[in-house]
């Protein structure tokens, strides 16, 4: 792998920053907050 290369969890970490703005724009912060606190799985939150 090259010095510069992201990992994976780097790389899911991004996507998750990138997606969080979107799902709250859409389902709003407090249906985001909930699903959140109620049982998210790892798999959800990717």
């Keep these: 792998m090259a010095p510069n290369t992201p990992t994976r969890p780097e790389l899911q ?4 920053d ?9 389902l ?4 985001v907050d909930n699903s ?7 798999f959800s939150k990717a």
């Design 28 to 31: 709003g912060n407090s249906y």
């Design 18 to 26: 990138i997606g969080m703005p979107i799902r709250r724009k859409v």
């Design 36 to 42: 959140l606190a109620n049982g998210s799985t790892e």
């Design 13 to 16: 970490q991004a996507l998750y």
